[in-house]
């Protein structure tokens, strides 16, 4: 129980501050780009992720479930799971960038005001490298790696979002930030490919294993792609009747709330790779107790973040948007 509650505190920390770094360089974006290009970023950046669950189909989440139960020195079997996913993500990533590529002028003429096409058909190829990452990411946990995970989870999130600062920032413009996170957004996930795949063999994959994830993971797709729409659905219907500036003014305040979410993530990656393994092994009391001590965690420190919210939401608001906002 201690090391899970390490563990958890471990990711913990890579997550609060991949969630303040959209905070933190708000003002820098906002003074370069202007409020209304940070919008049409936010609505870019949903079009990435509205796709992510349709193309990954939540197939890493299998790896928790069943490479989890292979021992470490079996890289023979490791390997088949790993390939077995890969390509797959590597196929339906593809076919979203293609997806969102075709899709760019319509997007850009319906909810970007005609002004970011260019930036919209570079954005796609993050549909193919988020996918590939969703999915293989779920490796490392599922063999319990979750320092080396929590180092590369920040790296991927933190890089390519700085790319996108001093990109928009040097150049005045958000399509050399769009470009610069696209492009790093791709190498951090090629190296990401390389950490795990580097202490495994190539290998075929298999038909059959992927069937077996497929089974196991469709009804979390399901859940994912519904979440997904609700969670990203809301920017499109601002970005179309209010327009992309109140769109980014609704997204500062969007990201201020969401900060709470940074421990409720991690402590559900934690009991998906400990919780498979023991309840399987009939330790039905200690998976009780870890769930306990999960939900625990998660009240302690949530409660905190959101007192501290309800007396400093407005000062807080005032460092990123100092005017006020007029909806015609």
Not at 147 to 172: D, R, T
Request: proline share 3%; hydrophobic share 50%; aromatic share 18%.
């Amino acid at each position: 129980m201690k090391k899970f509650i390490s563990d958890t505190l471990f990711i913990s920390i890579g997550g609060f501050l991949t969630k303040i770094k959209g905070i933190i360089f708000l003002p820098i974006i906002i003074a370069s780009v202007g409020l209304a290009n940070y919008g049409a970023f936010v609505q870019i950046y949903a079009n990435v992720k509205i796709l992510i669950p349709f193309c990954a189909l939540s197939l890493g989440m299998g790896f928790q479930r069943f490479a989890s139960k292979i021992p470490k020195s079996d890289t023979h079997n490791l390997s088949i799971h790993f390939y077995s996913i890969l390509l797959p993500s590597m196929l339906l990533g593809l076919f979203g960038s293609l997806l969102l590529f075709i899709l760019a002028p319509f997007l850009n003429d319906w909810f970007l005001e005609g002004k970011h096409l260019l930036s919209i058909q570079v954005s796609s190829i993050m549909v193919f490298s988020n996918t590939c990452y969703t999915n293989i990411n779920k490796f490392l946990l599922g063999k319990k790696k979750f320092k080396l995970y929590a180092i590369l989870e920040f790296s991927y999130s933190f890089i390519p979002y700085l790319g996108f600062v001093l990109g928009s920032a040097f150049n005045q413009d958000i399509f050399y930030g769009i470009l610069y996170y696209s492009c790093l957004d791709l190498f951090i996930s090629f190296i990401f490919f390389v950490s795990i795949a580097y202490n495994l063999k190539v290998v075929k994959p298999s038909i059959q294993i992927f069937k077996q994830y497929f089974q196991f993971s469709y009804p979390l797709a399901i859940s994912n792609v519904q979440g997904g729409l609700l969670n990203k659905s809301d920017r499109y219907f601002i970005s179309y009747f209010l327009g992309v500036e109140l769109l980014g003014a609704y997204n500062i305040v969007h990201r201020i709330v969401d900060i709470v979410t940074f421990i409720s993530v991690p402590i559900r990656k934690q009991i998906m790779s400990y919780l498979p393994k023991i309840w399987d092994k009939g330790y039905y009391a200690e998976s009780l107790q870890m769930i306990r001590s999960s939900l625990l965690i998660f009240m302690f420190i949530s409660v905190g973040a959101i007192g501290y919210l309800v007396f400093y939401f407005e000062s807080i608001l005032t460092l990123f948007v100092n005017r006020e906002i007029v909806i015609e």
